[in-house]
């Protein structure tokens, strides 16, 4: 991506920082339905609150996994800058 | 337990804002409220199309909120709307394809637009998997079209939710990112702009917004045909309910089709 203005104004360190609170804003978020999934009523089809955290957890596996190079991409260019 | 629409309501709202604050960092403040305004036009009318389509709803409309057993006048269970749809369901999006946006970017920096926008979609998808059976459990939305069901959700909702960040995703990244064109619409952008919109680099924002707006239009056709089309290939072959569905407009296309009880 061409820089912006906030890259050039703040630096590239901060933008990545940045990148890796979105991430884990995304994850938390992602927990806060995970936690939804548990404590609400069984989904459609499932008989325990538990099938629905573990239908949740593969479901949202290549969000996660995704999420995890993200982060270890940022967390890499991160160090290289150091 | 059920959690009211309120509650996610809330949890949208907060994290809407926290994501805009860092979207501002990562993308420059221009680029994260083209982001926005284009999620809620983009959104926005897809979502009230298939409303007003009879795809599912919001249960507002159907005076269904209640509190110790009365219903609330007035009070759809959602802070604000846009027409028939939850302003939280734009905002929602906004701060889930964002970051979904950022992170196919990075990981994928030189690759085609149309493939950095199918693994953004495919990353969202995979989110939403989570997302909308706690919705129908709770019952913060319903759906009511024919087709084929997972945990409650029609495929054809994660159809949706593909093309609406492969579409968008694409044009955002051509548009305001590389600032170039495409083909098919250059001779139309011509005569609507007066100028060769293949490329913006030397434009303003305010020039770039203004055709990242056409452009996001210009899709809504090519979305709506290529999400139908592969919908309608889903529910024909593998369609596991066929209603019949109680959708607040009774005049439905949907509603329509299969036909009332």
């Known amino acids: 991506m061409k820089p912006h203005e906030s890259s050039r104004r703040l630096g590239p360190r901060a933008v990545l920082r940045a990148e890796l609170r979105m ?45 995890l190079a993200f982060c270890l991409a940022v967390r890499r260019d991160l160090s290289g800058r150091s | 337990m059920r959690f009211e629409s309120w509650v996610l309501d809330s949890i949208l709202f907060v994290f809407f804002f926290l994501i805009l604050r860092e979207g501002r960092i990562v993308l420059g403040r221009q ?32 005076n269904y909120y209640q509190c110790g057993g009365r219903v609330i006048e007035g009070y759809g269970g959602w802070f604000a709307f846009i027409l028939f749809v939850p302003l939280c369901i734009c905002l929602g999006w906004f701060l889930l394809s964002l970051p979904a946006f950022v992170i196919s970017d990075r990981l994928l920096r030189d690759r085609s637009v149309w493939l950095k ?53 694409a044009v955002f990244e051509r548009t305001v990112v590389q600032q170039k064109g495409f083909g ?10 007066g100028a060769d919109t293949s490329d913006l680099s030397e434009r303003d924002m305010g020039f770039v917004g203004k055709v990242f707006y056409f452009r996001l239009v ?24 066929l209603g019949p569905f109680e959708s607040v407009f009774p005049n439905s296309a949907f509603t329509g089709w299969i036909g009332k009880p």
């Open chain 1, 23 to 67: 991430a884990g804003l995304l994850f938390l978020l992602f927990l806060i339905h995970l936690a939804e999934a548990f404590f609400t009523f069984p989904f459609k089809g499932h008989e325990s609150s538990v099938q629905n955290v573990l239908y949740g957890l593969v479901v949202t596996a290549p969000f996660n996994g995704v999420l």
């Open chain 2, 218 to 241: 210009a899709f809504l056709p090519v979305f709506f045909v290529c999400c139908t089309a592969v919908a309608a290939a889903v529910t024909l072959l593998f369609a596991n309910n």
């Open chain 2, 117 to 169: 926008s199918a693994f953004a979609a495919v990353t969202l998808v995979s989110f939403d998997m989570l997302l909308d059976p706690i919705s129908v459990v709770n019952e913060w939305w319903r759906w009511t079209s024919p087709g084929f069901y997972l945990r409650g959700v029609t495929v054809s909702n994660y159809i949706g939710w593909f093309f609406l960040l492969f579409f968008f995703g």
């Open chain 2, 31 to 62: 680029r994260t409220s083209l982001f926005l305004w284009g999620s809620i036009l983009w959104t926005g009318t897809i979502e009230n199309v298939m409303v007003a389509l009879g795809g599912y709803d919001y249960f507002a409309y159907a």
């Open chain 2, 184 to 193: 098919w619409l250059a001779f139309i952008e011509g005569v609507l702009f």
